[in-house]
C-alpha cells in the first residue's frame, strides 16, 4: 500500500509506502491520525495548511460485503474540529485496488477561481495526472460528471466537488459516483468539499485497470469472516434481501420515529409530524409501485453491498426525481421543515446533490431561516427556490450555505439545533437521550453516525432499550462511538450494525475479515481499544482547537422547552455527558 | 445606592439595598459579577436567561472631570463570552444621580414584536414606570429620540436600541443621547443592543429631578483628588484645551497609525493607506474651519468632561453630517475598505447611529465582505448602500449585520480580523504588538479598550517603546488590562490615561476621587489587584462558556502573511500569550 501526496501548490505528487506508523490504520482511524499530526488545530479551515485525507477502510476493494467505504479527514469549516465523513461508491473500492492507503491533498494554489482535476492510475504504483477543469465550475455536478467519464473512459470512479464548495460554504460536501455514475454519493457534512475547493481540486478520477487489488494476508480467515458477515446480514430482519431497508430505504425510519414522538418538526418544535406518513420510505415504496408498475425493491450505492438499501423517487410520469432519498434528507427536507410534499421533498434532494449541498444542514438551515420568518413552514416552493439560491451564491443562498448555526445568527433564531456548528439530524434528542448524548459529546459536531444508539433505542437491536430514559445511555453511547469508529475503518457501511450487533458470529465475521486482510490478530477487545483510541486523537486535536468539553453541551433550549408529545426536555446532566469521554 | 431589578416578563421591578458582596464594586466591575453570578455562562444570548446590567462609575454623577461613564454588562450574542461596554453620556451621570448602583434588565416577554420603554424617576428611591413603543420601532434613532423628549420633558437623558438590534444582530449596540440630545452615545461593542431587543425593551429614560445625587464619603480627599485629575488634563499635550484631541478628535490617530505603518488597510492587507490624510482628524479641521468660517474645537460627549474630543464633520453646505466621528469609525468605515472620501465616512458613521451599529464591527464587516468580492474596495457609495441593507435587514444587510465573522463565512473569506468573534480595531497587531497581544488575550473580544498599550507603543505615553517588538509587551498588555479594569470602574472615560500615566499625581486623583466617594483606602496596588480581580471574574465566565486560552489566539494569516510596509508578522508565542492570564 501506498501513500500519496497531492500538492496543489504546485501541481506536483509523490508516492511512498505507508509510514510505519501507520501501518495498522485504515479509514478513519487513519484520515484523523494524519489530520492530528499534520495540521494544525488552529489553522483556517479555507487556509493553505489544512489537509484532505482519503482513507478506503481494511476491508474496501475485497470481496467483503457492503465494505465499500471510503473516508475522508479534514479540519472542517462548519465545526472548527477534526471531521471524517465517508461514503459508499465503487470509489472507495477503486481506491484500495489501486493500493492507495491514502491520498493526501495539501498545498494552496496562488492563482484563485482556477481549477484542476487529477487522474490516478496503475502504472506500477499509482499514477497521477492533472488536467484544467476551470470549464466544469459553476454548473450542477449531474451535468459536469459525464465529461468525466468521455474523457477516461466508463470503467473510472469519479469524486468531485460542487458549487457550494466552489462558493467556499461550511455546508459543502465531498461527492462520489453511485453505481449508476450519478454524483450522488456523499462523505457530505462539515464542509470538507470547500477544503478540496480552496485547494483548486475539482476532480479526483480513479482508474483501476491492471492494479494489483488488496492484498489479503490470511485469505482462509478473511473467507471465514466474509462467510459469517454475509450470513448475518442476509438473515438479520433489517438488512435482508427485501427486508426493511432492501425494500422501504432507510427512509423506512419515518413512521417509526414519528411514532415513537422523536421526528423533529417543524425546526425542533415538536417530535411528531402530521405530514409524517406522506414522505415515509413505505410511501415512496407504494407510489414506485404504482407509478413502475411493479414492485420496485433498493439497489446498492457501491460494488459488493448486499443489504442494497437506496431507493429511486420516480415523479407521476414514472422518471427520477431522485436516487437515493435517505431517511435523514426526507426528515431535513421535509418534517423539519413542514412539508410533506414527497416529490418537492425528492426535487430538493436533487438540487442539493447537484450543488453539492449537506442535505441535513440544508433542511436544517431551511427550517431555522423559516423559524426566523425568510418563508412559512411547509412551503415547499419557495423551500426548492432557496436551495436554487443556494446554488446561485445570493446573499440568501450565502447565509443558508453557510449552515444552521450562522442561519440563526443571522436572522436572530434562538432555536438553533446545532452541537459544535453542525446541524443535529433526524432523532429528537429530548426523545432519544442516547442518541442525544452522542450529539453532545462526539468529535464530530451533532452525528447520529457517530455512535447510533438508535439501534437499541428505537429498534431493538441488542435488546430494546427506552428511548425516554437516561439511565446507562452515557455508557452506551461511549460503546457505539467507540464501536462506530473501528467500524468507520474497517470499511463496512455502518448498517452492518443492526446485523452483527444481535448476531454474535457476525460481529466476529467484521473481525475475522479484518485480521485476514491485515494479518493481525485482534480481539474484540482489541477493536473496541483501537476505536477508542481514534476517538481519543480526535478528541485531542479539537482540544488544541479551543473545542473542549463545554462544547460537550446541547443547545440551551433543548434543557428549558418540553418536546411534544411526550413533553420532556433533554435531562442529562453535564457530569453525564463528560463521563463519555472522561471514562473512555 | 440601590440596585434595580426591571422583569421584562411581566413589566414589573423592584428596588433593592445594594447586596453586600457587591458594594465595594461599581461600573465593569459590577457588571461583570452580576452577570458571572447570574447568567449561566452557556446560555444562549439572545434568550431568556441572558441580563443586561447597567452601572455608573464609583465617581459618576459626581463632579470629578470626565467621568460619566456607563458600563453595559451582559453575555455578548457577538463572542458568546461575556461583555462589558462602556459610554459617555448625561444618562451615566443621571443613573448615579438616581442612586442607582445597577439597573438589571431581566425576564422575556412572551409576546414578540412588541416594545416597551421604562421612566426611571425619582420618589423617595427610584421609581420605574413603563410605556408601550412598539410604535417607535422600525426608524432611525434620530427620528425617535425626539418623542421622547416631548412625552418626558427636555431634561432627560435617553438609552435605546436601533434597527440592528431589533433584527437580532451580532453587531447592535446601545445607544445613549450626547450633549445636543443626538442618541450618537454608544456601549457598541459585542451585539448588546439586540440582548435588550430580545427583553422588548426599546427606551431607558431617566429623569434625575429630585434626586439626591451621588453621597460623597470624604469630600476634602474627594475635592483633592478631582484637582489633581483636572490639572493633569489641563496639562497634558493630548488632554489640554486646544491639545490633540480637543482639536483634532481622536481621528488626529489616522496619520499617526499611518506613519507607524499600523492603519489597517483594505482588510488588514496593508498597514499604510495612501488615502489616509483625507480622513484625518487634521483633514475634518481644516475642512470645518473653512465651512464654517473659523476653528471649531471640539466638544464634550457628556457633562463635566473637560477633555472635549467629539468632533462634528460638516458637509460643504457647512450643516451637520455625523457627531462625532471618532478615528476607530474614520478607519473602520474608511481605510480598512479603501475609502477616502471623508463625507461618505461621516456619512456612514451617521448611518451606524441611526440603526444602532458598531461602526468597527460594520467597517470591518464591510471590508471582509469587499474581499469577498460583494462590492469593490474604496466605492464608497457602494458602501453607504450597504449600511443602508444593514438598517432594513436585507440578506446582504443581515450577513453584515451578524459581523464580520460571519460575513467571512457566508463569502468564503479567509482573512478574517477577528478574535473570539469581533472584529479588530484599529491598530494593526503586526505593526504594533502590545495591541495586538491585548487584542488575543481580553475577555472581550479583539478590543483596543481594554488595555491600550497604543499610548506608550506609538504616543510614546509613559515613556515610548517600540511597537515592532515583542519584548516586553505581554506584561504590559497585563498591566493596562487590569489598571484599565478599574478605569473602567472608576467611571472615567479611559481617555484620562493618557494624562494619568504621564502625571503621577494624576493618578494619585483618580485614586483619591475614588476613595473619597467610597470612604475607601485603596492604594496604587489595590486598584491594579481590584482591576485585576474584575479580570479573572470575566475570564472564569468565559472558560464556562467554552472560551478558553485556545481562544486566545490570533487568526492564522496575522502569523503567516507579512504586513507592509514594514512586512512584519504577529511573531507572538502562544505561550507568551497564555502568560498574560497565567501570571496575573
Known sequence: ?????????????????????????????????????????????????????????????????????????????????????????????????????????????????????????????????????????????????????????????????????????????????????????????????AVMATKGLKFIVLNRAGAPGVEIVDKALFEEGRKKMIDALRTHAITKPKGGLNSYGTAILVNILNEAGGLPTRNFSSGRF????????????????????????????????????????????????????????????????????????????????????DTIETGVAIAVAMEGGLIPFGDSKAAIELVHEMGKGTPKGRILGAGAATTGRAFGVRRVPVVKGQAMPAYEPRAVKGIGITYATTTMGADHTAGYTIAPEILGVMGKQDPLSPEGKAGLSRAFQATTAFIDSSGHCLFIAFAILDIATGYQGMIDEVNGVTGNKWSADDILKLGGDILKVERKFNEAAGIGKEADRMPEFMMKEPLPPHNVTFDISDETLDSVFGEL
Not at 488552529?42 to 485525507?53: E, F, Q, R, S, T
Not at 482535476?117 to 465550475?137: L, R, S
Not at 407510489?287 to 453491498?305: D, L
Open 1 to 193: 500500500m501506498f501513500f500519496v501526496r497531492v500538492n496543489m501548490t504546485d501541481r506536483t505528487y509523490s508516492v511512498t509506502d505507508v509510514p510505519e506508523k501507520y501501518k495498522h490504520l485504515a479509514g478513519r482511524g487513519l484520515t484523523s491520525n494524519v489530520i492530528a499530526d499534520e495540521v494544525p488545530a488552529l489553522c483556517h479551515a479555507l487556509g493553505p495548511n489544512n489537509k484532505l485525507v482519503f482513507s478506503p477502510g481494511y476491508t474496501t476493494g475485497t470481496s467483503a460485503p457492503t465494505s465499500s467505504r471510503v473516508s475522508v479527514g479534514g479540519k472542517s469549516p462548519l465545526t472548527g474540529g477534526i471531521k471524517e465523513a465517508n461514503a459508499g461508491t465503487s470509489w472507495a473500492a477503486d481506491l484500495g485496488v489501486l493500493n492507495i492507503k491514502a491520498l493526501i491533498v495539501e498545498g494552496f494554489p496562488e492563482e484563485k477561481g482556477k481549477f484542476w482535476g487529477i487522474a490516478v492510475t496503475w502504472d506500477g504504483k499509482p499514477k497521477v495526472e492533472f488536467f484544467e477543469a476551470t470549464q466544469y465550475a459553476g454548473k450542477p455536478l449531474a451535468e459536469v460528471h459525464p465529461a468525466m467519464y468521455e474523457k477516461f473512459g466508463e470503467k473510472i470512479s469519479v469524486c468531485s466537488i460542487g458549487m457550494a464548495a466552489e462558493h467556499g460554504y461550511s455546508n459543502s460536501g465531498v461527492a462520489f459516483n453511485d453505481q449508476y455514475k450519478r454524483p450522488t454519493r456523499y462523505a457530505g457534512r462539515g464542509g470538507l468539499g
Open 274 to 357: 402530521e405530514g409524517a406518513p406522506k414522505i415515509s420510505g413505505e410511501t415512496i415504496f407504494e407510489k414506485n409501485k404504482e407509478r413502475k408498475g411493479k414492485e420496485v425493491y433498493n439497489h446498492n450505492c457501491s460494488p459488493g453491498c448486499i443489504i442494497q438499501c437506496s431507493n429511486t423517487v420516480y415523479d407521476e410520469k414514472g422518471e427520477e426525481i431522485t436516487s437515493c432519498l435517505e431517511y435523514e434528507s426526507a426528515w431535513a427536507l421535509g418534517a423539519d421543515c413542514g412539508i410533506d410534499n414527497l416529490e418537492d421533498v425528492a426535487k430538493m434532494n436533487a438540487l442539493c446533490n447537484d450543488y453539492g449541498l
